[in-house]
């Protein structure tokens, strides 16, 4: 069983707000992971970090920023909201060498009205 | 560019209707093909992983197999609890996993 977790599970929240999605994990991976996903869509990587105060971006282009400073925590946020951010926000982690064999947090369903 | 391709996209299946779920890939030296089920609402949920051709792994009704091109998730005498969105996904060049869009499978009683 998958010891990560994300909070809130569900978010409706106003165009500008600033707001923090959080995911923490307990497995001590090195290795984590923010991705996007649209219904019917795939898993777009947004964001991804290797270890403390190491973050990158994905693939997808994001307006959101991540911190990590410690290894069992890895914020996601928006400074701003927009109606264009509404979408799920997944949260994964993985041991080194594990092949990337990747452990997924249950979401986040942001709405931004 | 790795690309991950899955058909069908949907699925709707009886109770006890076998049938095979298709992965296609193109990626340059695969490091592992994997699968995922992810129920509505929630994150997805590791399945398998496949290294090289010829390969086969079982759990419960599911069976994956993988070629030089692509995988098959076999899923024999469905139940309605199989009932979910299979995700096959492969690791990029850098860092992380691509996945495909899915196949949604409905399996009524």
């Known amino acids: 069983e998958a010891d990560i977790y994300q909070t809130p599970r569900y978010l409706v929240i106003g165009t500008g707000k600033k707001i923090t999605l959080e995911c923490s994990q307990t497995m001590g991976h090195d290795k984590m992971y923010w991705y996007q996903q649209d219904p019917g869509m795939e898993l777009h990587l947004i964001h991804y970090s290797y270890g403390v105060n190491s973050t990158e971006k994905g693939d997808l282009s994001s307006e959101s920023t991540v911190s990590r400073i410690r290894t069992e925590h890895f914020p996601l946020t928006l400074e701003s909201a927009r109606p264009s951010h509404t979408s799920q926000y997944l949260c994964?982690?993985?041991?080194?060498?594990?092949?990337?064999?990747?452990?997924f947090g249950s979401g986040t369903q942001l709405s931004v009205l | 560019e790795d690309q991950v391709t899955q058909s069908p996209e949907a699925l709707r299946l009886q109770e006890g209707e076998s049938s095979s779920l298709n992965c296609s890939y193109t990626v340059s030296g695969l490091r592992g093909l994997f699968w995922y089920r992810q129920d509505p609402g929630k994150g997805p949920e590791f399945l398998f992983t496949?290294?090289?051709a010829g390969e086969e792994k079982e759990k419960e009704r599911l069976k994956a197999t993988l070629t030089k091109k692509e995988s098959f998730l076999h899923i024999t005498a469905p139940k309605p609890e199989d009932s979910a969105t299979y995700l096959c996904?492969?690791?990029?060049?850098?860092?992380?996993?691509?996945f495909g869009k899915g196949t949604s499978l409905l399996v009524t009683p």
């Open positions: 994964a982690s993985s041991n080194r060498g594990s092949n990337e064999k990747l452990f």
């Open positions: 996904a492969v690791p990029n060049s850098g860092y992380a996993l691509n």
């Open positions: 496949l290294y090289s």
